[in-house]
């Protein structure tokens, strides 16, 4: 029978049976496919948060990536990556995730904020309490930019 | 009936038996001849019914269980397809081809297409992908300057849409067997019928054991003297293919009747006869062994058996007889007169007519290029994908499950790599004779934000199982190291591009008396200049000296946040590439580089499947963001002033655009490499010899046109500005100055410019302090 145990180039496991969801309170976006992107990565992601919906989270991942391919450079991708990743547990990942969509974020953006709080999320989902609090506290003083 | 003697009393002795003994004689009895026939008949028959059963019980476990094992598919990446999508049409227009896609104005047909110009309309096949299957479609791409301007279905814009992914190999157990299993209800119905008519016309009468065949056989080999026909059912050969080995015996002749009779027995004429179209072997493709007609069909005719013409299914049914022998590639006129051997079966059963039949032999001998990218494997990366799978799966499993495997391979890009490593090694061996198929190569291409690798070359012929020295050949990175050591200096607030740095000669002490004393490539001194100079022109001395004031161990540190999985010891020839990596290794840790400080590990694998199209794993990038991006553009900065003034400073002749590169060169040039990337793919070349014999090659005159070929055949998407960085004024001494000051413009790190940088002289306190200086000088 087929391993599929992950190690090594870290796939997604396949958790379509999630036991429960992690509730993600702060997070500003309810659905994948939420705002305006080019119209191919906005197919993607509606696919994406079709297979979220269906608990397929291997395949919304992988749509996901595929819209990554498409504009490697878009913060707002690796959000939904990384909030994709918060859903199922994967906090050291939405951590990269996010620190990863920070670097494409311009600063003040409101992708940015959601970044931050994204981040701040995982890093006290990995008891990093400390870390998260200093962000939120930045978070506290920084007021967004209007649209995404 | 057995009958057990011994409890009988013996009857009188014969008349005139010899009396051998004076003691009465307990004789045995005369037994009739056919007391021993009788006898010799049961026990044949226990050994019989022994022999059946042991063979049933093979028969039957291994047709009723998984008859093949099936080697995992592994598959290119697939090509998406969206508005504004760097496209040209030739890279279209090749991949159409590679998919075996063919020319039909018409569109009459899943895979075939038709161009007008910059505008293509593609009948696109169905194809199950790892997250969805898609049905066929005809669609519209209109390309433009290279990019994909829009893309229509049914009148109506689409967003995106993929092209199904190029084949490009398995992982095969140690047979290599390879086969694409088919239903008898998918094969058409004249190659059944041509099968049968040819090989076994019996075949539905006879009980898998055909003595009207035997007879018949025998008859004509008699008549030819020798043996020109065989009289084995195509249940006795799928016996014979399935079950047993061709040695050529009477006890394997034996095994295969009852074999056969058993299997009609238990299964259905319909369930032998699929079971023979997915079995039989068809042909040859290097290490491959073609099983079954739909395989076949692939690699012969480039396209699915339903579409096959009847001339074609003749032609796969006269290879039953001996693929090698009627090869149509090596042997066409056999196999011609083969196939029309066959074709007039077929006419005379009724299957075809007989205009069909001279159609059909009217048409000429036409098969796919057995070479061509859709047939050929690609064993360097199939390689690097099997070592990675298997961190997750057992290989057994990718051998036998039928499993589908979908990679990062961009055939586009892997053809580019190829086609330049071939023109320029030959150009290479050519102006150095000495050296004529002793060079070899290897390549690497990723994508820098993603790390998924594109394309890898492990020598010099991209199809030859072996050493894949893009995996294994560890080789002296020579002057690829530098931009660790200028990295490790810009991380300290001490230095940036424009401090200056020495590049006189310089010893170092070793221990033990031991010194080391790099000198430049050229030979000479070159005095003091600012790093980024330094770096542009990759000088040995400078950049010696410069590690050591940076520390050895914190160089050694930064290979490995860059991912060196080696533990490099921190000796002084670290800093000018002592280090032996290869070259899938050197493009880890420029990976790190190019994606502005996310570290990850570069991968083959985009999604697992099963057989059936079930998700097994899905594999996207992961990494951490070990350097801050802005650390990372300042030292892609300082690249860039490679290929702009540097080392690499041909290639700005050919692409005039923004580019980070270095070039690499070890002790004695046995070594020569180039590292470059831009905005969208990180490559890396090596050219050397495999015994570590000195060469008269240097990484910019080696490495740099295979590297520049490639990237102008994927397409070349300059570096963005170094926007996010602040740019200061440098005067000669590496100080910072103000606006209107003498000195060069540098990048600096926004951290690192002063709140108050001194304002600067004025002309004429410049030129007073000039005087002053030539007034002593002179006086």
Known sequence: MVVLAFSGCVPMPIQDSMPEEIPVEILPIEQLDEGEHHPAVAALLQKAEQARQAKQYSAAASYIDQAREIFPRNPEIYYRQGWLALQQGLVADAESFARRGLVFAAAGSAVEHRLKLLLADSLEQQNRLMEAMIIRARLGEQKPAAGR | MIVDMSQKKSPKAPKGSPKKSAKPLNKKPFKPWWFWFFQLLAVLLVCLTVWAVWLDAQVRERFDGRKWTLPAKVYARPLMLYPGQLLSPAQLLAELKWADYHFDPALAYPGSYRQQGQNFVIHRRAFQFWDAVEPSKVLEIIIDHDRVQQINHNGRAVALVRLEPQYIGGIFPAH?????????????????????????????NHVGVSFKGIARAMLANVRAGGVVQGGSTLTQQLVKNFFLTSERSLVRKANEAMMALLLEL?????????????????GQAGRRAIHGFGLASRFYFAKPLNELQHEEIALLVGLVKGASYYNPRRHPQRAKQRRDLVLDLMATNGTITLAQRIQAQGRPLLVADAQRAG??????FIELARQQLQQDYRLEDLQT??????????????????QAANKHLALLEQR?????????IAAVITSVDGGEINALLGGRDAEFFGFNRAINAKRSIGSLAKPIVYLTALENPQWHWGTLVDDSPVQISLGGGKLWEPQNFDKQSHGTMSMVDALAHSYNQATARLGMQVGLANIANNFKRLGVSDNLPPYPSITLGSALLSPLEVAGMYQGIASQGFVMPLRTIQAVTDGSGNMLSAYATRGKQEFSPEMMQWLTWGLTQVTERGTARALSRQLPLPLAAKTGTSNDQRDSWFVGFDNRHLGVVWVG???????????????????????????????????SLPWVRVDETGMLVGDGCDGRLYPMLASRVPQNIPPCETQFQQEQKKRKSWFDWLF
Do not use: C
Not at chain 2, 266 to 282: D, R, T
């Open chain 2, 176 to 204: 290599n067997e390879d086969r694409e299993l088919l239903r008898l209800q998918d094969v058409p119905k004249e190659l059944v019928a041509a099968l049968v008519q040819t090989e076994d016309r019996d075949f539905f």
């Open chain 2, 266 to 282: 238990h299964y259905s004429k319909e369930e032998i006869l699929q079971a023979y179209l997915n079995e039989v072997y068809l």
């Open chain 2, 375 to 380: 047939q050929r494997e690609y064993p360097a």
């Open chain 2, 401 to 418: 499950e039928g499993l589908r495997i979908f990679t990062t391979l961009d055939p586009w890009a892997q053809h580019a790599v190829e």
């Open chain 2, 432 to 440: 150095f004779p000495e050296h004529r198929q002793k060079l070899e």
């Open chain 2, 689 to 723: 010899r495999d015994d570590n014999q000195p060469t008269p090659l240097v990484g910019g005159s080696a490495a740099l046109p295979i590297w520049q070929d490639s990237f102008k055949t994927i397409g070349v998407e300059p570096l963005p500005a170094q926007g």
